[in-house]
């Protein structure tokens, strides 16, 4: 069985802020991890995932992610926020191959100028 | 990499009519997804789709309802059927592809009104 939890439903931040969105992962084996932005009116678009290897995992415009296995944690970042950035993030998790991906409920980022 | 598209992109239809949702891949793909998304919600998945065999539903989702066909490694169609404003919602078709790392990919979605 696998979840995921992600700590707060909306972020704001200040444009040229730190952004932090956490996530929490529990699974039975060791997990694959996603993160996916969905702007408005779009579908979900993969931002990075960890699969096996090195835990710090950079991403597309800007983001990276930490996989932390002591703290089953999976927090997605970047050192400077952008308006574009506003969007709508998902933490999910999978036990790889051809098994179902399980999502977060979601966080949406508000970008104050 | 896989690109999805769907028809519609949105539609408001009333209620007690059915509406068919296409998904279109630009390759083949051996898993395809149907998700819906509630207003104000994360994603929640209606069924597995795989060629030459019956779509796999999940708890909550029934096959009169909603009727999934895949005719082929590239296509696939939702319906919902007798709509109420409870099914008001973004549906998503997503495809698992890649090579031995598998990652998931998703249609824009279509956002469907139900009066």
């Known amino acids: 069985a696998q979840s995921v939890t992600q700590l707060g439903s909306h972020v704001s931040v200040s444009e040229g802020a730190l952004v932090l969105l956490r996530c929490n992962y529990s699974s039975s084996v060791p997990p694959y991890l996603f993160w996916y932005v969905q702007y408005p009116n779009q579908g979900l678009q993969l931002l990075l995932k960890?699969?096996?290897?090195?835990?710090l995992v950079k991403g597309i415009n800007g983001f990276e992610a930490e996989f932390k296995k002591s703290e089953t944690s999976f927090h997605l970042t970047k050192p400077s926020a952008h308006m574009s950035d506003a969007a709508e993030y998902f933490c999910a998790v999978s036990s790889g191959g051809y098994q179902k991906v399980t999502f977060g409920t979601g966080t949406k980022l508000q970008v104050i100028p | 990499s896989a690109v999805i598209s769907q028809k519609p992109s949105r539609d408001i239809c009333q209620r007690g009519t059915s509406l068919t949702i296409q998904c279109q891949v630009d390759s083949q793909v051996t898993m395809m997804f149907w998700y819906r998304q509630q207003p104000g919600q994360s994603l929640t998945l209606i069924a597995t789709?795989?060629?030459?065999?019956?779509?796999?539903?999940e708890s909550g989702f029934v096959i009169d309802k909603f009727p999934i066909s895949r005719p082929n490694l590239t296509f696939s169609t939702l319906t919902v059927s007798n709509m109420s404003p409870e099914d008001s919602s973004i549906y998503l078709c997503?495809?698992?592809?890649?090579?031995?790392?598998?990652?998931?990919?998703f249609g824009p979605g279509t956002r469907l009104t139900v009066t």
């Open positions: 960890y699969t096996t290897g090195a835990t």
């Open positions: 997503s495809v698992l592809s890649g090579t031995g790392i598998y990652e998931q990919y």
């Open positions: 789709a795989n060629q030459g065999s019956e779509a796999t539903y």
